[in-house]
């Protein structure tokens, strides 16, 4: 355990942080999820809508630095392909 008061302040920004980063990352694989179950039962509006809602979170997601712009690049990338192969 930390005896500095600036080390202690430090571990409970950084839990703060990890707990918001828990649920931005949670919401971001459920809603790819949602696109995933919408282009497999062959729902284009339905998985097209889930994918606006996909890149709105993966968007948000690295503006407040939660992930890599890689990441979400490559993300978006994964689920922009499976909607595609319903056209």
């Not at 920004?13 to 179950?37: D, G, H, Q």
């Not at 996909?54 to 712009?69: E, F, N």
Request: a positive charge; zero cysteines; aromatic letters at 2%.
């Amino acid at each position: 355990m930390a005896n500095i008061k600036s080390q202690i302040k430090r571990n409970k920004t950084n839990e703060k942080a990890r707990l918001r980063n828990k649920a931005a990352k949670s919401a971001i694989r459920t809603s790819i999820k949602k696109v995933k179950v919408a282009v497999e039962a062959g729902k284009k509006e339905e998985a097209e809508k889930a994918l606006l809602e996909a890149y709105r979170l993966i968007d948000k997601s690295v503006s407040d630095g939660v992930q890599h712009k890689n990441t979400a690049a490559r993300q978006k990338s994964e689920i922009q392909r499976l909607v595609n192969s319903l056209k």
